[in-house]
Structure formats: C-alpha cells, structure tokens
C-alpha cells in the first residue's frame, strides 16, 4: 500500500529469478486470498454480482449450482409427471367447461327467442337465423322478403349484445381456470423446488450475496415453470411437432468461478510476459451464434491483476512502460484499489 518496488541493474545478473525465488518463499507465509465468482444479476443483467468467498469456496459454489440446475430439471418434470396433478388439472378444467356450457346454454335459449341460434366453434360463436324450428344458410336467407330479413335484422343487433357479454363471462372464467391452473402449479413446485433452495441458502448463509441470489433463482423458476414442463408435454405430444423452446432461464443460474484460489498455498506470486491490455486487466468474450456476437456474464475472463489480487505480482519495466495504456490502468487501478474490465 502507497508504493511498490522497482529493481534496477545490469541485464543478466539473476535480478527476475531472485526476486521470483524471494517471493515465492514469502507468499507461503500469507493468507490465501478469496476466490471471485460472477453471477447473474436478476434486477439488471448488465451488471453481474462479483462475490467474494473463501479459497475453495468459490469452486464448491459452482459444483453446487450446476447439481442444482441439472437436478430441478429433472425434479420439476418428475412433479409435473405425476397422475395427481393431472387429476387436479384436469378438475379445474372441467369446472370452467361446465360453466362456459351453462352460460352458452343460456345464450341460445335467449337467443331463441329473438329467433336466432347460437353455435359455438373454435373460432367464436355463430349466430344462425331459425325459421320453422331450423336454422337456415345464408343462401336461403337472402331468397327471404325484404320485411323478413329486416327483422332478423334488428333483432341480430339485441342477440349481439347478449354474445358479446357472454363472451366476456367466457374469457372471465377461463382466466380465473388458467390463474388457479398457475396458481396450483406454483404451489407444487414450491414444494419441489424449497429443500435444495433452503439447502443451499443455509450453506451460504453468511453470504448475503448469494442469499439474495438464491431467492432470485426461486423466484425465476415459478415466474418460468411453464418453459420448465414443456419438454415433459413436449415429449408426450409426439403427434405434431412442437418448436424448440429457445429460452433457457437455467443458464442464469451458473456461475462463473472467475478467480480459483482452491490450489493455492499461501499467497499468489503472478509471472508473464504477455503486456496486452486484456491480458492484464481481464476481458469479456464473444461467441458466435447465427452470424451474432452474444455474451454474457459467464464469459468475462480475468487478468493477471486479477490473479496477483492478495498477492504478488512481477512486470518487467521497459515492457510495461513500452504500453502507455497499461502502464496508466495500473497506475490508477493500484490508486483507487479498484480492477474494472
């Protein structure tokens, strides 16, 4: 802290080795520094979480989320698989069935009156002109008399209003069936999805970080459970074939163990003699998909600051200060003690 040390001397007199040799012998007596992971930050996914844990730590904490993203997979179809569920599905389906049938029931008795019935399609609901107790085509319907037509008319108009406010009840009760479907599906996978939550959050309870990071992940997982059960019905509905669901909000939950302290003894001593800006100070990649560069957090790499952090690192001068760039980043970076890729 407040300055770092320059060796100066004739080339070839053992000056890197001695001090690498020095160093190494001291590093041993250190504290081992923390590891550094990134992970995926729910409130803004252009600002990922660093978090700082233990030596060894930081790889536990990797191992345990990639178990955990492979097993609710399995556990959430495994859930979702179950024939109780099904049952109960299929209960408050049926419930909303009865009811848009009584209410349809209802209409085309109504309708009737104004001589008109009503018929319900995929596509909406049909209103047919009756004449004689049938319903007749549109054909037959312009072969009518003017004054015929012009009552069917008129009264089209009342029976239009009593289908669309019946359509209205229809979309109503579907959206309260639809809500207790999610609402019944949410509570099931609470169920499934709490043990290891509660499990992982009780091993890193000193962790704030990963706390909230968990509680963020569960809350993902109830917000996607549709995407979640779909390869399940996917698979069942091998009839047509369904499109691949792209969204995969499990990636979210890896984590990006970006600085592994887990083998070191003591503290790091940092040797290279590659002076590039990325080399030293980290870098976030790119991959290629469909002609696209996409990133994200699990590609930011760190630097050779990063490493030395909580230890030692060695630059040759004339090579650093041939880099006017680098030689400014780490001059500010040992000054605000901040490393920013």
């Not at 001397?9 to 007596?29: E, I």
């Not at 790889?59 to 097993?71: A, Q």
């Not at 091993?203 to 979640?228: E, H, P, Q, R």
């Not at 091998?238 to 984590?255: A, G, I």
């Amino acid at each position: 802290k407040g300055y770092n040390l320059y060796l100066e001397g004739p080339a070839g007199v053992g000056k890197t080795m001695y001090t690498k040799n020095y160093l190494d012998n001291l590093a041993k007596l250190k504290k081992t520094p923390a590891d550094w992971c990134y992970i995926y930050n729910f409130k803004n996914a252009n600002e990922p979480v660093a978090v700082s844990l233990q030596a060894g730590q930081g790889k536990e904490f990797k191992e345990d989320m990639d178990s955990f993203i492979k097993d609710i997979q399995i556990d959430i179809k495994r859930t979702f698989d179950n024939e109780d569920f099904e049952k109960e599905k299929s209960l408050i389906r049926q419930e909303f069935e009865e009811k848009r049938a009584s209410l349809l029931e209802t209409l085309n008795n109504e309708s009737m009156q104004h001589g008109f019935q009503v018929k319900a399609t995929q596509n909406g609901i049909y209103m047919m002109p009756v004449i004689d107790g049938k319903t007749i085509e549109e054909e037959e319907f312009e072969k009518l008399d003017e004054a015929t037509k012009k009552q069917f008319e008129d009264k089209s108009v009342i029976v239009q209003q009593q289908v669309f406010q019946v359509l209205g009840e229809i979309k109503a009760i579907e959206k309260a069936a639809d809500k207790k479907v999610e609402e019944w599906q949410s509570n099931i996978a609470l169920l499934t999805i709490n043990v290891p939550i509660n499990s992982l959050k009780s091993k890193y309870k000193k962790n704030k970080k990963i706390v909230n990071f968990l509680d963020d992940v569960k809350t993902d997982i109830l917000k996607n459970l549709s995407i979640y059960i779909a390869s399940e019905n996917n698979q069942k509905q091998q009839q047509k074939p369904q499109p691949e669901v792209t969204s995969k909000p499990w990636l979210n939950y890896r984590v990006n163990l970006f600085i592994d302290n887990s083998s070191l003894d003591g503290a790091p001593v940092v040797m290279d003699s590659n002076y590039s800006y990325h080399n030293l100070f980290g870098k976030l990649e790119y991959e290629n998909q469909y002609g696209m560069l996409k990133t994200d957090y699990t590609m930011l790499k760190p630097g050779l600051l990063h490493r030395a952090n909580g230890g030692y690192i060695m630059l040759q001068a004339k090579d650093l200060l041939s880099n006017p760039l680098c030689y400014e980043a780490l001059k500010k970076a040992l000054t605000i003690k901040e490393l920013n890729i």
